[in-house]
């Protein structure tokens, strides 16, 4: 899966996880606004550094459920705030025309299916979170999740 149809895949999560801040928004305005979240400049720069913080924020086996086969381990709003930090969340917010609020619960509902879906055969091999671990220089990681 292309790292934009990810994007796309978040974008539906959020249109429609149950918050009238959301629902409205539409697939094109979400997938951009995420794009921007993740940091994304034609590549998949954003996955090899949230990977690298939550590992570091002892989210790891959080992690390993996402990419992972099996259920998905829910993350907090409050920890999407660490990982991607309240400037970004803010820009992001802002951006949608939603409050912080919302927005860290829309991250938080479409973080763990966005990376299921990169990675959906359950295995760091040559899929979009394998390519951005090796352009990181993660792949170490694999080690310490699985």
Known sequence: M????????GASIIQQ??????????TDQLTSALGTLF?????TSGFGSLFSKMQAGGLGDTLASWLGKGEKSP?????????????????????????????????ADALPEMLAKANPAGSLTDNVIGNSLKDKGLTDITGKLF
């Open 75 to 107: 993350i907090s709003p409050d920890a999407v705030t660490s990982l991607f930090g309240s400037d970004k969340l803010q820009a992001f917010a802002t951006q949608l025309g939603m409050s912080e609020q919302s927005a860290k619960k829309a991250i």
């Open 39 to 43: 940091g994304e400049t034609g590549g």
């Open 2 to 9: 292309e790292f934009i149809q990810i994007l796309q895949q």
């Open 17 to 26: 996880n149950g918050d009238q801040a959301t629902s409205g928004l539409g």
